[in-house]
T-cell receptor, first 116, second 112 residues
Framework: DTEVTQTPKHLVMGMTNKKSLKCEQHMGHRAMYWYKQKAKKPPELMFVYSYEKLSINESVPSRFSPECPNSSLLNLHLHALQPEDSALYLC???????????????FGPGTRLLVL | KNEVEQSPQNLTAQEGEFITINCSYSVGISALHWLQQHPGGGIVSLFMLSSGKKKHGRLIATINIQEKHSSLHITASHPRDSAVYICAVRSFYGGSQGNLIFGKGTKLSVKP
């Protein structure tokens, strides 16, 4: 099983709503990632979790709150978003990179978010 | 200047043509990835390279570490190859936690 699943596939929310994006993998990967991708742009790294602990936060606004409840699940909690946060949110997982060991990141299909 | 540059930005080809997409980078890397993104959004990892050449089906990826350059080749292209192809590198200096630096992508359209 080399699949990363994300739910929901599409999400429309108002600026006062609270919603969550979910990501799941069963490949035994202990590194999980959230990326944001605007139209016609490459993905931008938001957060990295390593062994269920937040290891990288790329200066993401606090209205995005990640959570890694266990080694298979990664959530992104959304609150008080702005229209400019509308984007494709991609989750990925990999073995934990270390030293010279390379890893392949496996990406989920993404959640397309529209903030009205 | 971006740390990862891809060319061309857009590419239109006829079915059956041989296609080359180029990627140049300016940082020291531990690995280079070629990714494929279809219009629906999902990203598939095609190759991960640190040296030499890899082949998978009609796809071939090469890397020249000294010249900091990689190429992705598609032989006998097909309309289903139409997608955005993204080059991403993992920098030695980007931390040890999978900090990929992405190119802007090459949008490939293969016409029947």
């Amino acid at each position: 099983d080399t699949e990363v699943t994300q739910t929901p596939k599409h999400l429309v929310m108002g600026m006062t709503n609270k919603k969550s994006l979910k990501c799941e993998q069963h490949m035994g990967h202990r590194a999980m990632y959230w990326y944001k991708q605007k139209a016609k742009k490459p993905p931008e790294l938001m957060f990295v979790y390593s062994y269920e602990k937040l290891s990288i936060n790329e200066s993401v606004p606090s209205r995005f709150s990640p959570e890694c409840p266990n080694s298979s699940l990664l959530n992104l909690h959304l609150h008080a978003l702005q229209p400019e946060d509308s984007a494709l949110y991609l989750c990925a997982s990999s073995q934990v990179p270390s030293g010279g060991v390379m890893e392949t990141q496996y990406f989920g299909p993404g959640t397309r978010l529209l903030v009205l | 200047k971006n740390e990862v540059e891809q060319s061309p930005q857009n590419l239109t080809a006829q079915e059956g043509e041989f296609i080359t997409i180029n990627c140049s980078y300016s940082v020291g890397i531990s690995a280079l990835h070629w990714l494929q993104q279809h219009p629906g959004g999902g990203i598939v990892s095609l190759f991960m390279l640190s040296s030499g050449k890899k082949k998978h089906g009609r796809l071939i990826a090469t890397i020249n570490i000294q010249e900091k350059h990689s190429s992705l080749h598609i032989t006998a292209s097909h309309p289903r190859d139409s997608a955005v192809y993204i080059c991403a590198v993992r920098s030695f200096y980007g931390g040890s936690q999978g900090n990929l630096i992405f190119g802007k992508g090459t949008k490939l359209s293969v016409k029947p």
